[in-house]
């Protein structure tokens, strides 16, 4: 985001990021970028090996190549390169001795080239007085990109010029350009010792033992590392104003290249003629007539159809149809699996074998799942055993190709107390001393307001007396929230319908499979729909359970429990839980027996009962009450009756939310989604104009409105407002 700002403060058009063989911040670099009006370019520093073994420094280090993406194919170009030096167990070694230039040839379409400036092989050769050298590699350049290839003039001190002048001669010679380029790694020269802190951390050493090749300068204090402006770059440059003027002209010749976030779909093999809607439309029929019986009832079916619909309007067939491969796939190997989340309302799930939760049952609300607001795919979470979760995922790449699929990374960044563990370590600290700073520090973060610590990092740097410890915590406060590394998402998953490097970079991973470059909101910002496919374990004691009871009773099945099981309600009713998934907690135990809970529908309500909406709408003790039949169940209004009817009266279920918001206050979709999420995501005035649209909402007439009285729908509102956000899914509480 700084970056971007000071780019558009500047009055750039474009900016460039070229991370180190890696594209991990792209996607969150074009998403600052749009936010400060700036054309982002997407790039990347390569190394690439040298034509002769005897052109390597004392260091070993192989030349830098800044490759531009001038479009989708540059930026292709660029997933494939990046994911052949990253997608292998000795990625840090791959990265340390380049690309081949063959790899680089056949990955060049799209790309614009720059030299690498004073790291550059071309540069390096004439610095060592090597013009022959120079030339070779110059040539090579030319021949893969030819007229998209430039050298890079880098300057930093009074002897750079005539080398600059050198450059500017050879790319003549060889009909190239010559651009001016400025290597960014801070934007002040006062972040410049972050840099050395983040070479320590990276190669685990002490900041005194540091070795100069670990830094970007090389060691060298003239080579500036950070921002500078138009200005300061035409003065610098003042002696090569066409080198200067090449920069707007490589800019102009770069389009956006990252893919525009449409939902790109697995490719799924369908019958000849039939399309993904199709397929998924017949699956669901067949399971309709398997669920119902051959003559469901009229409302059923049209629920179904209106469901096939809404989902082939928004084109997301395809992903029904993966998920129900997938759970099929486990059923028939006896893979105890299950679904989380709102997926459950919906019918079509539930008929194409997605679900077991009947949506018609326990009057599941479709919208949910999917409304006509929604703009991007749902959810669908499936739980698996976790033993055999990896069965699954096998499964997954044989069935769609090992190349097209993928998990997904997750950014770990330095919290407080590693940043400053990291910190202490690099400036020599001992262990006690480090224990100190570390019991200093705030405690964790916490969901209740009441309950967070008041005291932040700020306050205890500013009641540290000892300079040494001071400075310490002042670095480390300047690292909280940096990138630290890459991990595995616990459950996400993309399949692409080609290869996975057409559409993202991928990375090994020391378990030996390839995740994503960009984490689960980037994958889904460039249109690759993620599938959660997470391992519990409450799934594999169930399983482990049937199998020792299998050993009595060799036919048993989970599936043939009963629903209405009288000793299952016995147990409920009086918590007697430990060991049951989401009910063994104390506070899980006391609704359970609040509530006399025995039934799917009972375990749903306490499910969410037990969550902060209720307590908050104020309506808590009466709904105990009313549950077990020691109070009347009343209504500030009938219209309410159809929506609060399963739940005396009371609000529990977001659902309740939504089809209060429409059916009730007349709101849209889109204005109802917006409140389920939560007045904390309101401002003031956003606030008080959704009160105002609410309470209107209620007022309206009849036959068009309920025709509340304004107490009425006042009173509405504030159960509404403060359980907004706070309420749990029907769908997932049921499931």
């Given at each position: 985001e700084a970056l971007a700002q000071a780019a558009a403060a500047d009055g750039l058009s474009h900016l460039a990021l070229t991370d180190d063989h890696a594209l991990y911040g792209a996607v969150a670099f074009r998403r600052a970028c749009q936010a400060a009006d700036v054309q982002p370019i997407i790039g990347m520093a390569a190394r690439v090996a040298p034509l002769d073994a005897q052109d390597l420094d004392d260091d070993g280090e192989a030349g830098l190549l800044t490759l531009l993406a001038a479009g989708p194919a540059g930026y292709r170009s660029l997933c494939r390169l990046s994911s052949l030096v990253q997608a292998r167990p000795d990625r840090l070694e791959a990265s340390a001795a380049g690309l081949s230039w063959d790899a680089l040839k056949e990955q060049s379409a799209g790309l614009?080239?720059?030299?690498?400036?004073?790291?550059?092989?071309?540069?390096?050769?004439?610095?060592?007085?090597?013009?022959?050298?120079?030339?070779?590699?110059?040539?090579?350049?030319?021949?893969?990109?030819?007229?998209?290839?430039?050298?890079?003039?880098?300057?930093?001190?009074?002897?750079?010029?005539?080398?600059?002048?050198?450059?500017?001669?050879?790319?003549?010679?060889?009909?190239?350009?010559?651009?001016?380029?400025q290597p960014v790694y801070c934007l002040t020269p006062q972040e410049r010792p972050r840099l050395r802190l983040l070479a320590a951390l990276r190669q685990n050493c002490r900041l005194a033992e540091l070795p100069p090749q670990a830094l970007p300068d090389r060691g060298d204090a003239a080579i500036d590392l950070h921002w500078l402006s138009p200005g300061q770059m035409g003065q610098r440059f003042a002696a090569f104003p066409g080198a200067l003027a090449a920069s707007g002209q490589i800019a102009a010749q770069c389009q956006p290249a990252l893919p525009d976030g449409r939902p790109i779909w697995p490719a799924l093999k369908l019958p000849a003629g039939q399309t993904p809607a199709g397929a998924l439309a017949s699956r669901a029929r067949e399971g309709l007539h398997a669920r119902f019986g051959p003559d469901p009832d009229p409302a059923i079916a049209q629920r179904l159809q209106r469901e096939l619909e809404t989902i082939a309007e928004h084109g997301y067939s395809p992903l029904f149809l993966v998920v129900a491969d997938i759970v099929y796939y486990a059923r028939r190997r006896e893979i105890p699996v299950s679904t989380r989340g709102s997926v459950a309302n919906s019918l079509v799930a539930y008929c194409a074998g997605i679900t077991t939760v009947d949506p018609i049952q326990h009057d599941l609300l479709f919208e949910r799942f999917l409304n006509p607001a929604r703009a991007n795919p749902p959810d669908i979470d499936l739980d698996f055993c976790s033993?055999?979760?990896?069965?699954?995922?096998?499964?997954?790449?044989?069935?769609?190709?090992?190349?097209?699929?993928?998990?997904?990374?997750?950014?770990?960044?330095?919290?407080?107390?590693?940043?400053?563990?990291?910190?202490?370590?690099?400036?020599?600290?001992?262990?006690?001393?480090?224990?100190?700073?570390?019991?200093?520090?705030?405690?964790?973060?916490?969901?209740?307001?009441?309950?967070?610590?008041?005291?932040?990092?700020?306050?205890?740097?500013?009641?540290?007396?000892?300079?040494?410890?001071?400075?310490?915590?002042?670095?480390?406060?300047?690292?909280?929230?940096?990138?630290?590394?890459?991990?595995?998402?616990?459950?996400?998953?993309?399949?692409?319908?080609?290869?996975?490097?057409?559409?993202?970079?991928?990375?090994?991973?020391?378990?030996?499979?390839?995740?994503?470059?960009?984490?689960?909101?980037?994958?889904?910002?460039?249109?690759?729909?993620?599938?959660?496919?997470?391992?519990?374990?409450?799934?594999?004691?169930?399983?482990?359970?049937?199998?020792?009871?299998?050993?009595?009773?060799?036919?048993?099945?989970?599936?043939?429990?009963?629903?209405?099981?009288?000793?299952?309600?016995?147990?409920?009713?009086?918590?007697?839980?430990?060991?049951?998934?989401?009910?063994?907690?104390?506070?899980?135990?006391?609704?359970?027996?609040?509530?006399?809970?025995r039934r799917v529908q009972d375990l749903a309500a306490a499910n969410a009962f037990?969550?902060?909406?209720?307590?908050?709408?104020?309506?808590?003790?009466?709904?105990?009450?009313?549950?077990?039949?020691?109070?009347?169940?009343?209504?500030?209004?009938?219209?309410?009756?159809?929506?609060?009817?399963?739940?005396?009266?009371?609000?529990?279920?977001?659902?309740?939310?939504?089809?209060?918001?429409?059916?009730?206050?007349?709101?849209?979709?889109?204005?109802?989604?917006?409140?389920r999420r939560g007045m904390s995501h309101f401002g003031r005035q956003e606030m008080e104009s959704m009160r105002a649209a609410f309470v209107q909402g209620c007022l309206r007439p009849a036959p068009d409105g309920p025709a509340f009285t304004p107490q009425q729908a006042q009173t509405l509102w504030e159960q509404v407002a403060p359980f907004a956000g706070y309420g749990f899914n029907q769908g997932h509480a049921t499931a």
């Open positions: 614009i080239c720059l030299s690498g400036g004073r790291q550059g092989w071309v540069q390096r050769r004439l610095a060592a007085g090597d013009r022959a050298g120079a030339l070779r590699y110059a040539g090579r350049l030319a021949g893969i990109f030819d007229e998209r290839a430039w050298l890079a003039l880098e300057l930093h001190r009074p002897a750079d010029v005539p080398l600059a002048q050198e450059l500017v001669e050879l790319a003549g010679r060889l009909g190239l350009g010559a651009v001016a380029v033993r055999r979760r990896d069965r699954v995922l096998d499964y997954v790449r044989r069935r769609y190709g090992q190349e097209r699929v993928a998990l997904v990374a997750t950014v770990s960044t330095l919290r407080p107390k590693s940043a400053v563990r990291e910190t202490a370590k690099a400036h020599g600290l001992s262990d006690a001393e480090t224990g100190r700073l570390l019991k200093l520090l705030p405690a964790g973060w916490r969901p209740d307001p009441s309950r967070r610590p008041a005291k932040t990092l700020d306050d205890v740097i500013a009641e540290m007396s000892e300079p040494r410890l001071r400075q310490v915590l002042i670095d480390a406060a300047g690292l909280v929230g940096q990138p630290d590394h890459l991990s595995v998402h616990p459950g996400g998953l993309v399949i692409a319908p080609g290869p996975m490097t057409d559409i993202a970079p991928v990375q090994w991973t020391a378990k030996g499979f390839l995740i994503t470059q960009y984490d689960h909101s980037d994958v889904e910002a460039i249109g690759l729909p993620k599938l959660d496919l997470l391992g519990i374990r409450a799934l594999t004691v169930l399983a482990d359970a049937a199998a020792l009871a299998r050993r009595r009773d060799p036919a048993f099945r989970l599936d043939a429990i009963p629903l209405d099981d009288p000793a299952t309600g016995d147990l409920l009713a009086r918590a007697e839980t430990i060991g049951v998934f989401q009910c063994e907690s104390t506070g899980a135990q006391r609704t359970l027996r609040q509530l006399k809970a037990f969550k902060p909406g209720p307590a908050l709408g104020g309506m808590a003790r009466a709904f105990v009450l009313r549950y077990r039949g020691e109070a009347p169940v009343v209504y500030l209004h009938p219209a309410l009756e159809p929506i609060l009817g399963r739940t005396k009266g009371v609000l529990i279920f977001q659902e309740q939310i939504l089809r209060i918001a429409v059916e009730i206050a007349g709101l849209s979709w889109q204005q109802a989604d917006f409140l």
